[in-house]
């Protein structure tokens, strides 16, 4: 069942935000299709760019919203994070799709409710940075419980 969630709900939406940001998150979505493929998602992810997500977080998956996954970024504090870590923009850009693309599995699938908010954040980061670094999808599947490849 669809759902009707609208990030201005909760969020600010960015009203300018970065094109640059605005074309790699694009260019990731084009891409990544087998990625949602093989997570069982009913549609690509719908990302919306917000302001001040607080704390340390420059994006987040919206739970409940598995279905239809929606991501709202951050980017003046993603791109703050990527300055701090010293990696591109395309370097930060994409594994944080790949994060969030993991919460929503574990949403969807219901593993977040087995497991404490600490073991669900290093499972998606190993699913985000095995993807990232080899570009395998079936390495990066073996790190999200309940996957088969």
Avoid: C
């Avoid at 420059?58 to 994070?81: E, F, H, K, Q, S």
């Avoid at 594994?95 to 290093?122: F, I, K, N, R, V």
């Avoid at 998606?124 to 088969?148: C, R, S």
Wanted: aromatic share 10%; glycine share 6%.
């Amino acid at each position: 069942m669809p759902h009707e969630y609208d990030p201005e709900w909760d969020y600010e939406l960015d009203e300018n935000p970065n094109k640059a940001v605005q074309r790699l998150v694009d260019k990731y979505l084009k891409r990544h299709g087998f990625i949602f493929d093989a997570l069982h998602f009913d549609e690509p992810p719908r990302v919306h760019f917000v302001t001040d997500l607080g704390g340390s977080h420059v994006a987040r998956y919206i739970n409940g919203t598995r279905n239809m996954p929606v991501i709202v970024i951050d980017i003046p504090a993603l791109l703050d994070a990527a300055k701090e870590y010293g990696v591109e923009m395309e370097d930060a850009v994409e594994p944080t799709l790949l994060h969030e693309y993991g919460h929503a599995y574990m949403d969807a699938t219901g593993y977040h409710e087995e497991m404490s908010e600490d073991e669900e954040e290093d499972r998606v980061e190993a699913f985000a940075h095995t993807y990232w670094m080899t570009g395998d999808i079936n390495e990066a599947l073996k790190q999200l419980p309940g996957t088969t490849s």
